[in-house]
């Protein structure tokens, strides 16, 4: 647990829930670490999602490829995780691709492996349901943009709750995410 690369990891993790250091060390020996070049498919719609990312640099873009057209769902910055949880669950086919936004470096939880812990700690299973917790939360979040906000006030929660996404997206990404032509973020943006 020395590896100085972890402590992003270790901070995320401790502040999501109580656990105990040999647990922490059993997570660890199963993370495997991964660098992904600016495009690169971490998994690809229509595969089945066997892990669970946590971002430690960079950022992974989630969209929906749909009828030639790509719809972005969410994207994960730095300290965050991220899976698709539908596929992950029922080992069913991924309704998203995950792509690096980024040179991204990942850690990656694989399912099976996760499974196989919870045996030997209760801590490691309270840490997956909380995990889990999170990012059905984040899902939310973001469904509930679409149904409770004007383009304007989406952009405006962005402004204030996840000013990385203004910051390091590019403007078609990013109506493409609020849902919006890139014309209307333009005017939007002059307000």
Do not use: W
């Amino acid at each position: 647990m020395e590896d100085s690369s972890k402590t992003l990891l270790y901070e995320t993790i401790t502040d999501l829930t109580e656990i105990s250091v040999s647990s922490l060390y059993k997570l660890f020996e199963i993370a495997i670490k991964r660098q992904f070049e600016k495009g690169e498919f971490i998994l690809k719609q229509g595969q089945i999602c066997k892990t669970i990312m946590f971002v430690e640099k960079g950022f992974l873009r989630t969209f929906i490829n749909k009828d030639g057209k790509e719809i972005n769902t969410d994207f994960t910055f730095e300290g965050n995780f991220t899976t698709n949880l539908k596929s992950l669950r029922s080992a069913s086919l991924a309704n998203t691709s995950i792509q690096a936004g980024e040179v991204t470096v990942i850690y990656e939880f694989n399912k099976d492996k996760l499974l196989e812990l919870y045996s030997d700690s209760a801590e490691i299973e309270s840490f997956a349901r909380k995990l889990l917790e999170q990012v059905l939360i984040a899902q939310e979040e973001h469904v509930n943009l679409f149904k409770i906000y004007s383009p304007t006030e989406r952009y405006e929660y962005l402004r204030t709750n996840k000013p990385q996404i203004l910051q390091r997206i590019s403007q078609s990404q990013l109506s493409s995410y609020l849902g919006i032509a890139r014309e209307t973020l333009s005017r939007i943006r002059k307000k």
